[in-house]
């Protein structure tokens, strides 16, 4: 019963320590982001951080329009073959 509860102890400072170790990997994540950026280098891809969003311009609504358009041209032609090739299917 004791080495049990032991056991248990045990693989409780585990789970305990794991989550100490990734919080300071968090730390040490961001304080390499942060030289990184002060060395002027861009930061490594994979991370989550960005250096700074850029503003994306709005579409003007002709723009917006013709987009639109297409997009439904775009479904229309999917829609169709879709059908050629369910009429192809049934009809044999």
């Not at 320590?17 to 891809?45: F, I, N, Q, S």
């Not at 579409?59 to 009429?87: D, E, H, L, N």
Request: charged share 35%.
């Amino acid at each position: 019963m004791i080495s049990c509860f032991n056991a248990i102890l045990y693989r409780m400072d585990i789970i305990k320590m794991l989550g100490d170790l990734r919080r300071e990997k968090a730390v040490m994540d961001e304080a390499v982001l942060v030289l990184e950026r002060l060395a002027g280098r861009r930061t490594r891809a994979g991370t989550r951080r960005t250096v700074t969003a850029r503003k994306r311009r709005p579409f003007s609504a002709a723009t917006r329009k013709r987009m639109a358009i297409a997009q439904k041209r775009r479904w229309a032609a999917a829609r169709k073959k879709q059908k050629v090739g369910a009429a192809k299917t049934t009809g044999s």
